[in-house]
């Protein structure tokens, strides 16, 4: 995935669409993923946000201890479940930016 070692601070920021109609579904779903999340091994932060012009667009700021943190994470079984609902949600693929903080 990187080059970066795997024991290094990482931080992601996710943005999710909701299809027209589908909001509230959605954030059930990633709402679901919020309370188990935080108590993984690794998550420093989670956190949803919602837009408050477009209410159909969600952002997940996210701060892990380390990369392979933030893999686990992503195998977790909240997260493989609730991912099974995204085709039928979301207006488009999921946009995630896996950063390391320079400052």
Same mark, same amino acid.
């Given at each position: ?5 795997? &024991?290094?601070? =990482? %931080? ?14 959605? +954030?059930?779903? #990633? ?15 989670? &956190?949803?946000? =919602? %837009? ?14 380390? +990369?392979?943190? #933030? ?33």
């Amino acid at each position: 995935m990187s080059n970066q070692p795997a &024991d290094v601070k =990482v %931080d992601v920021i996710a943005h999710i669409h909701a299809q027209p109609g589908k909001e509230q579904q959605l +954030r059930s779903v #990633l709402e679901s993923f919020v309370a188990p999340t935080r108590l993984e091994d690794g998550c420093i932060q989670y &956190d949803l946000f =919602v %837009d408050l012009d477009h209410p159909n667009k969600f952002t997940f700021i996210e701060q892990w201890a380390s +990369r392979d943190a #933030l893999i686990k994470h992503g195998q977790s079984a909240h997260i493989q479940e609730g991912r099974k609902h995204f085709p039928d949600l979301l207006s488009e693929p999921a946009w995630v930016q896996v950063s390391q903080r320079i400052l």
